[in-house]
């Protein structure tokens, strides 16, 4: 059975850091495109960030470019993102999600095939 676990979420103040990873059971996240998508209350999913399978490419949205960090760890079949400065409009719902398809990530697509439960991410003063 394919499943998708997140963890590290939590309450940070503004300026700080969590790191958030995502394991999976059932499947080899390596041989998957991953993404990291958050959902803010009243707002669309947006897709955060993701990882190719092919050669490890990384790619972002314009809103965490330089503050947000992902990667992985195959010998834990983990992938993480290491989200810095973090900022009160950073909080939302964070989801990772794997899709066997290698050009997802490179076209920007969000319709991916399995999905974690997601951990809440609160960034407040």
């Known amino acids: 059975q394919v499943q998708l676990v997140e963890s590290g979420g939590g309450f940070v103040q503004p300026g700080g850091s969590l790191r958030l990873s995502c394991a999976a059971s059932?499947?080899?996240?390596?041989?998957?495109?991953i993404g990291w998508f958050r959902q803010a209350p009243g707002k669309e999913r947006e897709r955060v960030s993701c990882?190719?399978?092919?050669?490890?490419?990384?790619y972002y949205a314009d809103s965490v470019k330089g503050r947000f960090s992902i990667s992985r760890d195959n010998a834990k079949n983990t992938v993480d993102l290491q989200m810095n400065s973090l900022k009160p409009e950073d909080t939302a719902v964070y989801y990772c999600a794997a899709d066997p398809r290698r050009l997802i990530c490179r076209l920007g697509r969000s319709n991916f095939s399995f999905w974690g439960q997601g951990t809440q991410v609160t960034v407040s003063s």
């Open positions: 059932g499947f080899t996240l390596g041989d998957f495109a």
């Open positions: 990882i190719t399978s092919s050669d490890g490419s990384t």
